[in-house]
């Protein structure tokens, strides 16, 4: 089955804007990418997402409690890449800010300014989706872009722009980015 990218992309952005709770946004995108009877979409509308939230929330609270974002931070990126880990493939992720954001151009976020020590988390349930659509499934490298991406989003975004941790934790007025190193990225506020 083909997918049309820019299709997949706006659908994405439609559901981040969308007041539907994490896992009716979450089971939307599946449903998008594959048909209702479809084994895989079925297992990744399983994937506990709520729970995940509810790690990256805590792990982002103790981040930025203990290595709090320094007052002239114009923007945080949520860097996304894939890493090996006890010899298989997994997704991680990563926290820096910057002084220098530009809405239009990624660049600012290759020369951070603020860099926390325990920048690295990896959330479980990105990874059971990565086990989920196998590379022996001929829709794995698209698949392989989108969902993780709005995996990722759908959770930031309910933290950050949802939650108290807002206003607690982030100076006002900061841009949160979420994105792939080596590509697509979506600002969440």
């Keep these: 089955m083909g997918y049309d990218h820019d299709a997949s992309w706006e659908r994405l952005?439609?559901?981040?804007?969308?007041?539907?709770?994490?896992?009716?946004?979450?089971?939307?995108?599946?449903?998008?990418h594959f048909s209702k009877e479809d084994a895989i979409g079925l297992s990744l509308k399983d994937i506990n997402i709520e729970k995940d939230v509810e790690e990256l929330r805590d792990w982002i609270t103790k981040l930025f409690r203990t290595e709090p974002i320094p007052p002239n931070t114009d923007a945080i990126w949520i860097g996304v890449f894939k890493a090996t880990y006890e010899n298989r493939e997994i997704y991680a992720s990563y926290c820096i800010g910057s002084t220098q954001y530009t809405e239009s151009n990624?660049?600012?976020?290759?020369?951070?300014?603020?860099?926390?020590?325990?920048?690295?988390?990896?959330?479980?349930?990105?990874?059971?989706?990565?086990?989920?659509?196998?590379?022996?499934?001929?829709?794995?490298?698209?698949?392989?872009?989108?969902?993780?991406?709005?995996?990722?989003?759908?959770?930031?975004?309910?933290?950050?722009?949802?939650?108290?941790?807002?206003?607690?934790?982030?100076?006002?007025?900061?841009?949160?980015?979420?994105?792939?190193?080596?590509?697509?990225?979506?600002?969440?506020?």
């Design 106 to 189: 990624i660049e600012w976020a290759t020369e951070p300014t603020y860099m926390p020590e325990n920048r690295y988390f990896v959330i479980d349930g990105v990874n059971e989706l990565l086990s989920i659509i196998n590379d022996s499934d001929d829709r794995f490298a698209f698949l392989d872009w989108i969902l993780p991406l709005g995996y990722y989003c759908f959770i930031l975004s309910d933290i950050v722009v949802q939650c108290t941790l807002y206003n607690d934790l982030l100076p006002d007025g900061i841009h949160i980015v979420c994105g792939y190193d080596e590509g697509d990225y979506i600002e969440l506020t």
């Design 13 to 32: 952005e439609t559901l981040l804007k969308s007041k539907k709770k994490n896992k009716e946004k979450w089971s939307d995108l599946v449903d998008y």
